[in-house]
């Protein structure tokens, strides 16, 4: 199903989204990690956040590699996304941190800041861990200063998942190389045809305010610190807000009102930008279809996206880093770990486990074709670089955004506010 009856599968897949916010999180270095038995025989503390469904398909796959490496224990620890980093900040700060545990870019500056992350680069030399046959160039995005300090499990990629029937009822099309211009036009028919806002809240997301400024030669962060001004925050904020107060965007009200159901499920907007993979939600909260529609842009082309990834990092001081390594090494690469985990995490990182894995569901298949389209388009590019204190901002630029989409704060004054916490969290 399309937005309009003439609308190509390729201008938009068929699938469902969320997202989630980053928090934050602090660690100190340590040695420790890790232990042995007389027969040679190690184990490895193995840490992740997510859900039922991720919790079952990672012990399938320590199962499968235990089987593989009988000498290689796992230790398996896990929880929701907020009760992993307060009991990770723990554990590091008392010096005994996961051998292995889920990593997000956010995060790595702020860990190997702290003396947390093993350089698995050096594993690699040594012939434990391989670093090739990584898609679209994904393995970059755990490099910092010249070091390998994450692996990729998974890709993905900013997108805006629409509600189908409404751009259908309206007669908007969203098509790749649609500008912001149009992109708020068809807003706008939606509003004024079928009297609901277009989108859910788009100028609270730091992830796409990144994009925003990619096209315009700018970027959210430099290696150290907010690669925009003040003026620049200012401007995005204002008119964010008056597309609040004339409708176009939905009511932060109701927005809080309709929670924990996101505000387009639950029909008070026909849009809401997110990443691509997380493809539950709509479909599961909502009684409308939803698709993948292509970012806006600012020159018709550029789209600023790049693929974002979770990852597996391991603990500079484990008693066991070829064991680690060796672990890692079969998690993104092993075929049989690709089928198992599917795109849960993201889209596989690796062409092993991406070439091992068929989705056969509506939503695992559109997010497939979506990031294959993105990819053959030509616009991914680098990530942006995420200094240590990035998962602070993030925070922060969602509070402050909601603040301004409620008229509790000026747009000049949340982006002065934004700067000053970004300056502490740098600091940090």
Known sequence: MGTSR?????????????SAAML???????????????????????????????????????????????????????????????????????????DVFQNAVGFLRKYD??????????????????????????????????????????????????????????????????????YFDALQTIQDKLKIAGDTGYFSIMYLYDLYLRQNGKAFFTDSDLGFTEDDLT???????????????????????VKPLSALSAGLAASEFTWDNFS?????????????????????????????SLMLSAFSGTKHPKEAAQFIDFMVHDPEVGK?????????????????????????????AYEEEVAAAGVLG??????????VIEVAFLRLGGEVAQGKTKPADAAKALFSEAKAAFAG
């Open 235 to 257: 401007q995005w904020w204002e008119d964010g807000y008056k597309r609040v107060r004339s409708g176009l965007v939905a009511d932060p009200k109701k927005v809080e009102q």
């Open 340 to 368: 198992i985990m599917g795109y849960d995490r993201g889209i596989l990182a690796t062409t092993e486990q991406y070439e091992a894995f068929t989705p056969t569901d509506d939503n695992n298949k559109g997010v497939k």
């Open 113 to 182: 800041k702290r003396g947390v992350l093993m350089d698995l680069k050096t594993q690699a030399d040594a012939g434990n861990l391989s670093l090739e046959n990584f898609r679209n160039g994904v393995l970059a995005n755990g490099q910092v200063d010249g070091k390998q300090i994450g692996i990729p499990v998974g890709a993905n990629t900013m997108a805006l998942v629409i509600d189908l029937k409404a751009f259908e009822k309206a007669g908007v099309e969203a098509k790749f190389g649609w500008t912001w211009d149009e």
């Open 24 to 98: 934050g999180l602090g660690a100190t270095t340590a040695c420790g990690g890790g232990s042995g038995s007389g027969d040679g025989t190690v184990t490895l503390r193995y840490a992740w956040w997510g859900g039922e469904p991720r919790t079952i398909a990672i012990k399938k796959t320590i199962a499968l590699f235990e089987k593989k490496h009988p000498k290689i224990k796992i230790k398996p620890e896990f929880t929701d996304y907020e009760a992993f980093w307060e009991k990770f900040q723990t554990q590091a700060s008392g010096g005994n941190p996961p």
């Open 280 to 308: 539950i939600r709509y479909e599961g909260e909502g009684e409308s279809d939803y698709g993948l529609a292509p970012i806006p842009t600012t020159d018709g082309k550029d789209t600023g996206q790049y693929l974002g």
């Open 6 to 18: 003439n609308v190509e599968r390729r201008t938009i897949l068929k699938v469902a989204g969320a």
């Open 382 to 391: 680098k990530i942006t670089p995420h200094p240590s204190g990035t998962d």
